[in-house]
């Protein structure tokens, strides 16, 4: 189990450092979602009431395509130079090197949301008041959610000819669940709901997050096979 | 992936084959599929009676939940082989699941055009985001997206393995997506067919449903031996090149 989070944590590191010294990335990703949000602004009624509700359905667009550069990107980087062919050649267990593509795909989007939620709130004129802890708990688990089946198919969208095209058609279907649990417990901490009110959606974010994680780490090995 | 390099004799290819029970039953599953589809037509139409409430509209009932329960075995035949495939790596595994998911998607689309058909004189619209609707919605949605990775996956052995992924991930994906749709939002007929006391319908309705489904499932076993077969035969050439 040690020697899993130490490789875990050496692959994290990697795309992370990687990411710090040449800011490719979170700065294209984080303006295209800004994009998104803004675009989405002009295309939905963002004002009066129910605006909590289309706020939170726009923020996890933003979030979901946010989600989907990243970690095509992520992947594509592990395919060119042959670096991932290094990385199975190393000792790190398989498992250990999809928890790693997982952590930095999961921090990377945390990065964007640390970003782009404060600019949301603003942009929007909500106040979340009361509902800050539950939309603390549920941006964060709803990310794990795009995540562990992002990471998983990523790997599968890089092995095609067409890798930007499969990727979201593959994904998308799957994440249906993550999206209405994460929509809909983001609305009620906008609404300045409780956790206790969205207990529902933060038990089906977390079984979501647990069942596909595991899924994950036992079929990924089988992905990344020559 | 275990080479095959028979010659080309067409017996002995034929022998060759992965599935050779299943390619060999086929025609008695598609004959069968006919005299009991030929069957379901009168009973559906003239044994069934007519429902006090809606009226011959129902009667679609007949080809609706033979399609829907085809389109869930298939999906979990899909499922299964991905499993197997994954565990054991032979290839044959890989033919019955990507068979059964191109078979299971006909029937998915089946139950998605029959589905509205049979809700707009019932509920006045021809769509409704009830959790059913909507899962089966999603469901052929993962399973396109299945067809669609495979012709994008030149190499064999990834593509089984990769598509054994989303055969797997799908598959435990189709709970989740129910509850969460039926959290979201709740207008589908409840559970009819299995009741306590025995089914709430006339025992003819029951009977055309049994029938139907009998006949769907062997049509599904002809279909699905059909394309194993064409699978084969086709993995045979990409071998023998």
């Known amino acids: 189990m040690g020697s899993w989070v130490r490789a875990a944590a050496l692959v994290a590191g990697k795309d992370l450092r990687l990411e710090y010294r040449t800011r490719d990335l979170l700065s294209s990703v984080g303006l295209f979602a800004l994009l998104v949000v803004v675009v989405a602004s002009f295309s939905f009624p963002t004002w009066g009431q129910g605006r909590q509700g289309v706020g939170a359905g726009m923020l ?3 979030l979901l395509f946010a989600g989907l550069l990243g970690m095509g990107r992520s992947l594509a980087l592990e395919k060119e130079e042959g670096c991932l062919q290094g990385l199975l050649s190393s000792p790190a267990p398989r498992e250990a090197i999809y928890l790693g593509k997982l952590a930095s795909l999961v921090l990377f989007v945390s990065a964007v949301e640390v970003l782009l939620v404060p600019s949301f709130l603003v942009l929007l004129q909500l106040d979340v008041g009361p509902g800050l802890p539950l939309l603390i708990l549920a941006v964060p688990l709803g990310t794990l959610g795009i995540a562990v089946v992002g990471t998983l198919f990523a790997t599968v969208a890089v092995q095609t000819r067409t890798r930007e095209v499969i990727l979201p058609l593959l994904v998308m279907p799957l994440l249906v669940p993550v999206m209405i649990a994460a929509v809909k417990a983001t609305q009620a901490a906008l609404e300045g709901l409780g956790v206790g009110q969205a207990r529902t959606w933060l038990l089906l974010l977390t079984s979501y997050d647990l069942l596909f994680l595991l899924v994950g780490l036992a079929t990924f090995p089988h992905l990344v096979e020559e | 992936m275990e080479a095959r390099r028979q010659e080309l004799d067409p017996e002995a290819v034929a022998r060759g084959l992965p599935w050779q029970g299943l390619a060999t039953a086929r025609r008695y599953f598609g004959a069968g599929a006919l005299i009991l589809l030929a069957l379901l037509l009168p009973a559906a139409f003239l044994h069934a ?11 679609i009932f007949y080809v609706h939940v033979p399609a829907a329960w ?5 999906f979990f035949v899909v499922f299964v082989a991905s499993i197997a495939l994954l565990a054991t790596g032979r290839s044959r595994y890989d033919l019955l699941a990507s068979a059964s998911a191109e078979v299971g998607v006909v029937f998915t689309t089946g139950v998605l055009i029959t589905g509205p058909l049979w809700a707009r004189p019932i509920w006045g619209v021809w769509w409704d985001w009830d959790p059913r609707l909507t899962s ?10 299945y067809l669609a990775l495979r012709t994008y996956l030149p190499d064999p052995a990834r593509r089984a393995r990769a598509s054994a992924v989303l055969g797997i991930v ?4 189709v709970p989740i997506i129910y509850f969460s749709v039926s959290w979201w939002r709740a207008l589908h007929p409840s559970h009819v067919i299995i009741a306590r006391g025995g089914p709430r319908m006339p025992p003819e309705m029951f009977h055309a449903l049994l029938l139907g489904l009998a006949g769907f499932t062997l049509l599904y076993l ?7 077969r064409v699978g084969a035969l086709r993995q045979m050439e990409e071998v023998g090149e």
């Open chain 2, 136 to 145: 089966v919605l999603v469901l052929w949605l993962i399973y396109l997206s």
């Open chain 2, 170 to 173: 799908g598959f435990l994906d």
């Open chain 2, 222 to 228: 002809y279909l699905l031996a059909v394309r194993v």
């Open chain 1, 60 to 62: 996890w667009m933003a």
């Open chain 2, 70 to 74: 085809i389109a869930f075995l298939a």
């Open chain 2, 49 to 59: 009676p007519e429902d006090l409430e809606q009226g011959p509209p129902q009667r």
